[in-house]
Structures are given as C-alpha cells and as structure tokens.
C-alpha cells in the first residue's frame, strides 16, 4: 500500500505563489493516476489537478493556468505549483493516488472527476490573504 505525505502549504497573500509536495513511498506500481484535492471548511472536496502515467494532466477550470501538476517518478513525489493564488484558494489540500490500473491506464481516465481514489495523504493547508 503506498503512502502519501503532503509538505508544502503555508500562508501566502493574493497573487502569491506556494509548491505542494506529495512524497509517495510504496508505490511500485507502473501505472496510476494521482491527484490533488481540496476541501474548504463548510464545502464538499473538490478535484484541482491530475496526472496520470503519460504525463496526462487534468485541472479544474478555475486553476487552468495558474497552477501546474507534475510527477517526479525518480523521486516518486508529486507536485502542485500554484501561481497567481486567490483567498478562494483557501482550503485544505490533499495528495491521492489511484493505483488499480493493470497492466495500463486508459487513456483519458485521469480526470479531477474521477473516481475513486483509493490512497489518500494527511493533507497540507494553503491559506491565502486578500
């Protein structure tokens, strides 16, 4: 089973910019889509960018252009660079994997609407000022 801790949030003022971490340790599988989440308090957890095996990336429309999803597979960490935050960024961020695809992931399945996401981290809180 793989785990998944989430570094990386902070506190930033509107416009600023934040890295989140998400170092997977277990993860021998070839193929998966993982994924980063938020919940804000009071509002149901949301998708925010995914990425599969190919590089495949997927973004909820609101960060289309401002944050930008990556896979380091040497490393085995997932990253989420967020520019331009805004305070409705605000909200807890969660690293999750879906590692069910064998021998390979379908194209066009690794989506922010996918479902489910079997492995889950702690998660890392990004707060943003105004």
């Known amino acids: 089973q793989v785990q998944l801790v989430e570094s990386g949030g902070g506190s930033v003022q509107s416009g600023g910019s934040l890295r989140l971490s998400c170092a997977a340790s277990?993860?021998?599988?070839?193929?998966?889509?993982m994924g980063w989440f938020r919940q804000a308090p009071g509002k149901e957890r949301e998708g925010v960018a995914t990425?599969?095996?190919?590089?495949?990336?997927s973004y909820k429309d609101s960060v289309k252009g401002r944050f930008t999803i990556s896979h380091d597979n040497a490393k085995n960490t997932l990253y989420l660079q967020m520019n331009s935050l805004r305070p409705e960024d605000t909200a807890m961020y969660y690293c999750?994997?879906?590692?069910?695809?064998?021998?390979?992931?379908?194209?066009?399945?690794?989506?922010?609407?996918?479902?489910?996401?079997?492995?889950w981290g702690q998660g890392t809180q990004v707060t943003v000022s105004s």
């Open positions: 999750a994997a879906d590692l069910s695809f064998y021998p390979q992931i379908p194209p066009d399945v690794c989506t922010v609407v996918h479902a489910p996401f079997n492995d």
């Open positions: 277990g993860l021998t599988q070839s193929s998966y889509c």
């Open positions: 990425i599969d095996t190919y590089g495949s990336t």
